[in-house]
T-cell receptor
Framework: DAKTTQPNSMESNEEEPVHLPCNHSTISGTDYIHWYRQLPSQGPEYVIHGLTSNVNNRMASLAIAEDRKSSTLILHRATLRDAAVYYCILTAGANNLFFGTGTRLTVIP | DGGITQSPKYLFRKEGQNVTLSCEQNLNHDAMYWYRQDPGQGLRLIYYSQIVNDFQKGDIAEGYSVSREKKESFPLTVTSAQKNPTAFYLC?????????????FGQGTRLTVV
């Protein structure tokens, strides 16, 4: 399965936009790009997913590079409740969600 | 409200005892999964089930067993054969196991074996 590379940690000031990068240079044509986040001592929460086109929902936006070898999760206005570990996943199916170590986002008041 | 429920939230057991973790969902999802998470690490798949009375091993199935007698329920038993059972266990469900489906996770059970 194709794997992803994310920075271990990032910081953002509250109420500013956050861009969380993810590299997936070995992505296959049928892999969807999924993002989940996990708050401390809780289960992961689905954020967004996409295939080729950029996607928007109430939580975030997903920008996918034209060659699909990288993507960026965009939180338009970070709040303290957005502090979490964010996982970028290429899924071959929901039975094969490979969660790596993700990016720990710290939001500074 | 629809969702996925794991119980208990915290569980303590003595070494050598089997223990069963509960997972129930009322989302009418066909697929259910069990993951294990160790401190500072990502999730690893233990077992998954795509349909009642059928389940498949994940990456780290040794020392674990599951059953899927009802669509809503997917209990996980941590047996005494599991060498390092202390971990955070997460159950999830989804409509299908395909690429274009999102998974819904429970709040987890933190198992400590002493």
């Amino acid at each position: 399965d194709a794997k992803t590379t994310q920075p271990n940690s990032m910081e953002s000031n509250e109420e500013e936009p956050v861009h969380l990068p993810c590299n997936h240079s070995t992505i296959s044509g049928t892999d969807y790009i999924h993002w989940y986040r996990q708050l401390p001592s809780q289960g992961p929460e689905y954020v967004i997913h996409g295939l080729t086109s950029n996607v928007n929902n109430r939580m975030a936006s997903l920008a996918i590079a034209e060659d699909r070898k990288s993507s960026t999760l965009i939180l338009h206005r970070a709040t303290l409740r957005d502090a979490a570990v964010y996982y970028c996943i290429l899924t071959a199916g929901a039975n094969n969600l490979f969660f790596g170590t993700g990016t720990r986002l710290t939001v500074i008041p | 409200d629809g969702g996925i429920t794991q119980s208990p939230k915290y569980l303590f057991r003595k070494e050598g005892q089997n223990v069963t973790l509960s997972c129930e969902q009322n989302l009418n999802h066909d697929a259910m999964y069990w993951y294990r998470q160790d401190p500072g690490q990502g999730l690893r798949l233990i077992y998954y089930s795509q349909i009642v009375n059928d389940f498949q091993k994940g990456d780290i199935a040794e020392g674990y067993s599951v059953s899927r007698e009802k669509k809503e329920s997917f209990p996980l038993t941590v047996t005494s054969a599991q060498k390092n059972p202390t971990a955070f266990y997460l159950c999830a469900s989804s409509i299908l196991t395909g690429r274009n489906t999102e998974a819904f996770f429970g709040q987890g059970t933190r198992l400590t074996v002493v």
